[in-house]
């Protein structure tokens, strides 16, 4: 199976840019989707296909990837940035998640 | 706009057997594979199954296999999974999702409704 590493928790001071990172073996190789999570809700799609952003998610959010990891940007970061981010991949016609990671806005 | 309302959640015993629906409405639901996707109490997001938008092709991970259907009726805009054999580790909040594709692929998941809990438990 295809495993996607992410770093627990990510911290970053108000109004800084954020880089939360997602590990695979060659990751550059395929769509990359990115989701964030708040307490009790669902998650909400912010980047697909590695660096594509849906309608009504801010500039500040961006996405790339490349070789053997890909990476969200969160530039400006906001209190109400402050919430779970998952990625996502396709492999083997299965839909694989990484284990997330808790990003703090200080 | 997009609306995706599941219900059927709730508690079971060990090896019981639950079936989840999802009320989709908003898109014209026929054209668009569908997902479940879980989470357990404080865990992270588990993809659970996916479906093509006639029905024709399923797909499960290896953890629901054999135990766990998905199906859908596209006259009633439902999204179903029924799970027999249930286990104490399927506890979990239990999502349906949109893939933007009517095939089931390498696509993200759009669209999110708010989840249904299933509580495995004696």
């Known amino acids: 199976s295809y495993d996607l590493t992410q770093p627990l928790s990510v911290s970053v001071a108000l109004g800084q840019t954020a880089r939360i990172t997602c590990g695979g073996n060659n990751i550059g190789t395929k769509n990359v989707h990115w989701y964030l999570q708040k307490p009790g809700q669902a998650p909400v799609l912010v980047i697909y296909?590695?660096?594509n952003r849906p309608s009504g998610i801010p500039e500040r959010f961006s996405g790339s990837n490349s070789r053997h990891t890909a990476t969200l940007t969160i530039s400006r970061a906001q209190a109400g940035d402050e919430a779970d981010y998952y990625c996502q991949v396709w492999d083997s016609s299965l839909v694989v998640f990484g284990g997330g990671t808790k990003l703090t806005v200080l | 706009e997009v609306q995706l309302v599941e219900s059927g959640g709730g508690l079971v015993q060990p090896g019981g057997s639950l079936r989840l629906s999802c009320a989709a409405s908003g898109f014209t639901f026929s054209s668009y594979a569908m997902s479940w996707v879980r989470q357990a109490p404080g865990k992270g997001l588990e993809w659970v199954s996916g479906i093509s938008g006639s029905g024709g092709s399923t797909h499960y991970a290896d953890s629901v296999k054999g135990r766990f259907t998905i199906s859908r009726d596209n006259s009633k805009n439902t999204l179903s999974l029924q799970m027999n054999n249930l286990r104490a580790e399927d506890t979990a909040v239990y999502y349906c999702a949109t893939f933007p594709s009517y095939d089931y692929g390498d696509f993200e998941l759009d669209y999110w409704g708010q989840g249904t809990l299933v509580t495995v438990s004696s």
């Open positions: 296909r590695d660096s």
